[in-house]
């Protein structure tokens, strides 16, 4: 039985599902009926926008982001999809934070589901900086059926893995 390292964490019995859509060489098709549209946000700057977009509308009090971009050395072997980070930069006599959200670069092709998940997730550590329940609820929140985007995300990567 081969393991299945994104679905790890689930259920044997999701990931026995998961294998036998492998076994019988329909993953691909699974996926391509459940999200057939790819996103059009394919530049750091509508990126930006969209995540500002997503914050505006869920999270008005979090703190500021000041830059949201494709990452090309983020990658699932890091086992990050997605990073959260600020910056301390001295300015004159004062330190000031900046906070980035880098994203992938491989969900430049993906689903628009998948981007979206992926941009909720991180904008929540703006609020939540553990994944803890409220982090969780916080998602589901922003993104309702969070928990399955999540789950079919790591069924991508794994098909994206068998090549």
């Known amino acids: 039985m081969q393991p299945l390292r994104y679905l790890q964490a689930y259920p044997q019995q999701l990931q026995d599902q998961v294998r036998q859509l492998i076994a019988e060489d329909r993953l691909g098709e699974y996926l391509q009926r459940r999200y057939p549209a790819r996103h059009e946000v394919q530049s750091d700057k509508a990126l930006y926008a969209y995540a500002m977009q997503l914050k505006q509308e869920h999270m008005r009090n979090a703190p500021a982001v000041d830059k949201v971009l494709y990452d090309s050395k983020l990658d699932v072997v890091q086992r990050a999809l997605g990073l959260n980070t600020a910056i301390s930069r001295v300015q004159g006599g004062k330190l000031k934070a900046k906070k980035e959200i880098r994203v992938a670069s491989l969900f430049k ?27 969780y609820q916080l998602c589901e929140y922003m ?4 928990h399955q985007l999540e789950f079919d995300l790591r069924v991508y990567l794994t098909w994206r893995e068998l090549g």
Request: charged residues 30%; aromatic residues 10%; proline residues 6%.
């Open 143 to 146: 993104l309702p059926g969070y």
């Open 109 to 135: 092709d993906a689903a628009p589901e998948f981007l979206k998940m992926i941009l909720v997730h991180e904008l929540a550590h703006l609020r939540e900086r553990d994944h803890n329940k409220a982090f």
